[in-house]
């Protein structure tokens, strides 16, 4: 989803293009993979001894250039402000805006990529692509803004907010959260309708299972277990399983 351009080496190699020195540009790719993407820890081993970032491998690194050390595209954006930590009550959605967005090649892209509260990486040598994202539309005024609303999990969603020129350049992340407190989830009802004493109703409710076993399957894939009640009668009903 976002093509390998969340990652310590794009920004690591963005830097070495916009004229840093290895030690600068190793900092700010650091601080940019910082949450929520905590899950990448860069290293680097000046001194050739095997242990990462010790004090004397940074200080070797300082005023070491990659290439000729001069900016060979323009600077990337930047991001004033991001909208602040929000607390949200039984909703699922939430405005994320990013304001002050600048960059003197014009902005292709605003989007926030959104880390749920019970994010697992799959695994750490692939770039961090599985996340959920959204874009964030232009507002005037270099505002940036969407509602999300696929905060369906209570907890805390991490947030950092990119935004990218029209030449490629990725800014630094801005950070948020959104804690979800008792969120709305979606549900789905399936009804059929008939007597349990007709002698098609066997059918009935196998093709009302069948119905239930796909929604299982589509549903778990995003956190969302639907429910199963095999009768409803005038006097209430019967839960077989589910909830
Ligand atoms: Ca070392
Ligand atoms: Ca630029």
Not at 96 to 119: M, Q
Not at 155 to 181: E, F, Q, W
Request: charged residues 20%; negative net charge.
């Amino acid at each position: 989803m976002t093509q390998g351009s969340i990652s310590f080496s794009n920004y690591f190699w963005t830097h070495i293009f916009n004229g840093l020195d290895i030690r600068d540009a190793f900092d700010l790719s650091d601080r940019a993979m910082g949450s929520p993407t905590e899950f990448q820890h860069p290293l680097a081993d000046a001194n050739g001894n095997g242990v990462g970032n010790e004090p004397e491998d940074m200080s070797l690194c300082r005023n070491i250039y990659i290439g000729n050390g001069t900016v060979i595209q323009g600077n990337a954006p930047v991001i004033g402000s991001m909208s602040p930590d929000q607390l949200v009550s039984g909703t699922s959605s939430a405005l994320l805006h990013a304001s002050e967005v600048t960059d003197d090649d014009g902005i292709a892209r605003v989007w926030a990529v959104i880390r749920p509260p019970n994010y697992h990486q799959e695994s750490s040598d692939s770039p961090v692509q599985e996340l959920p994202q959204t874009d964030l539309m232009p507002a005037g005024g270099g505002r940036y803004e969407n509602t999300y609303d696929e905060f369906n999990t209570a907890g805390t969603y991490r947030i950092a907010v990119y935004a990218r020129d029209r030449i490629g350049n990725t800014s630094v992340p801005k950070l948020t959260t959104v804690s979800v407190d008792n969120p709305l989830r979606r549900r789905t009802v399936i009804v059929i309708g008939g007597s349990r004493s007709d002698p098609v109703w066997p059918a009935l409710e196998k093709n009302a299972k069948a119905a239930y076993n796909a929604l299982t399957f589509t549903h778990q894939a995003r956190n969302r277990p639907p429910i199963w009640m095999t009768t409803a009668t005038a006097s209430g009903m019967r839960s077989r399983t589910g909830k």
